[in-house]
């Protein structure tokens, strides 16, 4: 499979697989004070170099997961990423996404995350996904309740209070989300 083949693509965008070249991207996406403002404190070079590598590496090892570049059908431009993965480490499979300023209100988030969870009801037959949000942030909350994902508790993820929501396989059938 070549890096930069598509993961999945909808209406306007698609997703690959990150590659050692999307560093300085990443680090300027992980560097926004507005973008981090609800995800935790700005990253060094060197802290998302790392995230970066790990990434890489977990391609191999978790198979068709992972966290992805979201970019423009149409250009190729690269506005953030995407990714289905283990939550913080835990069994759960975690739907989530980051974009850059630009891209904010465009519905992109509602987009990719609907993608995701056809691909990993469909394709990766996953049972349930999750996906989390830290209490203030209301755009992400309104993004997962648009893709169907229910509010069940508030946990403790990534070093952080967030609001854990999910989404089981026969609701995702009921409610009839397509990417």
């Known amino acids: 499979m070549?890096?930069?083949?598509?993961?999945?693509?909808?209406?306007?965008?698609?997703?690959?697989?990150?590659?050692?070249?999307d560093l300085a991207?990443?680090?300027?996406?992980?560097?926004?004070?507005?973008?981090?403002?609800?995800?935790?404190?700005?990253?060094?070079?060197?802290?998302?170099?790392?995230?970066?590598?790990?990434?890489l590496k977990d391609y191999e090892?978790?198979?068709g997961l992972g966290v992805w570049m979201a970019c423009i059908l149409e250009?190729?431009?690269?506005?953030?990423?995407?990714?289905?993965k283990d939550?913080?480490?835990?069994?759960?499979?975690?739907?989530?996404y980051r974009l850059t300023q630009q891209h904010w209100g465009h519905g992109y988030a509602t987009e990719l995350c609907r993608s995701l969870l056809h691909y990993g009801?469909?394709?990766k037959e996953l049972s349930v996904i999750c996906g989390i949000t830290r209490v203030e942030?209301?755009?992400?909350?309104?993004?997962?309740?648009?893709?169907?994902?229910?509010f069940q508790r508030i946990a403790h993820y990534y070093h952080s209070d967030v609001l854990f929501f999910e989404l089981h396989w026969l609701e995702y059938e009921k409610i009839g989300l397509k990417s």
């Open 25 to 55: 991207f990443l680090t300027r996406l992980h560097q926004d004070p507005e973008v981090m403002r609800h995800i935790g404190p700005v990253s060094s070079r060197e802290e998302v170099s790392k995230r970066l590598l790990k990434i």
């Open 121 to 123: 009801f469909t394709e």
């Open 2 to 21: 070549s890096h930069f083949s598509r993961i999945l693509s909808t209406e306007r965008l698609y997703l690959r697989r990150l590659v050692l070249s």
């Open 87 to 96: 939550l913080d480490g835990t069994e759960n499979i975690e739907v989530g």
């Open 75 to 84: 250009t190729g431009d690269r506005i953030g990423w995407a990714c289905l």
């Open 137 to 150: 942030n209301i755009a992400s909350r309104r993004v997962l309740e648009k893709c169907g994902l229910k």
């Open 61 to 63: 090892s978790h198979p």
